[in-house]
């Protein structure tokens, strides 16, 4: 086995026997890596205490010969216990960890997902508004590859407008004559909301308060992610 250091996030935890846990972690020079975690359900074990779903850790592991590793040390590098700690936090974090884990690739190296992860779980933590999560999704999707086509229409290219509707599997807004037979009802301001989030001005669109806009941008992102990765977000239930 050979011995590797890194920094990540800690996406999810699950029990093992009666004393170790398997987390998976988003390292970023590592990528997704999975890991054992031993004795760290014991009574007073201040390791397990770090390995927190959303704790930005540094860590240290042995590369098992299997798609297991052995977690040997961690320290924390921001702990997030704010998100923890509210609910509704908690719930947008949890749908960005999920959507990240779907999205990661074992052991491929993903620097750029690494730092979106980062930065919008410390976001998050700052300023807790839903509007990160939704930001989230659509910058996941662009970085994915989806780029969304928000200033023609995605089925015929028409670029006069309006676009009244946005359409799954064409990856982006359709005209009012594409709109009348396929595609879901888009209302112009979430259409202004999703170009603002990825045109530039993202901090103005997080400054923006939560409403029946950012509920709609959010809900289409989620489909579109899921769309994309054939599989509901278990936790997007919650949102």
């Known amino acids: 086995m050979s011995l590797y250091r890194d920094q990540g996030v800690v996406l999810r935890s699950i029990k093992l026997g009666e004393t170790d846990r398997i987390v998976t972690i988003l390292g970023q020079g590592s990528g997704k890596v999975r890991g054992v975690a031993k004795g760290v359900r014991k009574p007073g074990s201040r390791f397990g205490a770090r390995l927190e779903p959303t704790s930005h850790v540094a860590f240290q592991c042995y590369r098992g010969r299997r798609d297991l590793d052995v977690v040997t040390q961690v320290e924390t590098i921001d702990a ?9 936090c908690l719930t947008h974090a949890v749908s960005m960890l999920e959507a990240t884990d779907q999205v990661a690739q074992e052991r491929e190296p993903n620097p750029a997902l690494y730092r979106l ?39 015929c290219g028409a670029d006069d407008g309006p676009f009244p509707a946005y359409d799954l599997d064409e990856g982006g807004v359709l005209c009012s004559t594409c709109g009348r037979v396929m595609g879901r009802r888009l209302d112009p301001e ?36 899921e769309h994309h990765l054939e599989r509901r977000l278990r936790s997007a239930a919650l949102l």
Not at 80 to 88: C, I, M, V
Not at 128 to 146: D, H, N, Q, R, Y
Request: charged letters at 20%.
């Open 190 to 225: 979430t259409l202004v909301l999703v170009q603002r989030i990825l045109g530039g001005d993202l901090r103005g669109a997080l400054a923006e308060p939560p409403g029946t806009v950012s509920i709609d941008a959010e809900r289409l992102a989620v489909s579109a992610l």
């Open 117 to 155: 992860l980062v930065g919008a779980l410390r976001t998050l933590a700052e300023s807790p508004t839903p509007i990160v999560s939704t930001a989230f999704f659509w910058k996941l999707l662009s970085l994915e590859g989806f780029h969304p086509m928000l200033d023609a229409c995605a089925r």
């Open 80 to 88: 997030n216990r704010a998100l923890r700690e509210h609910y509704g």
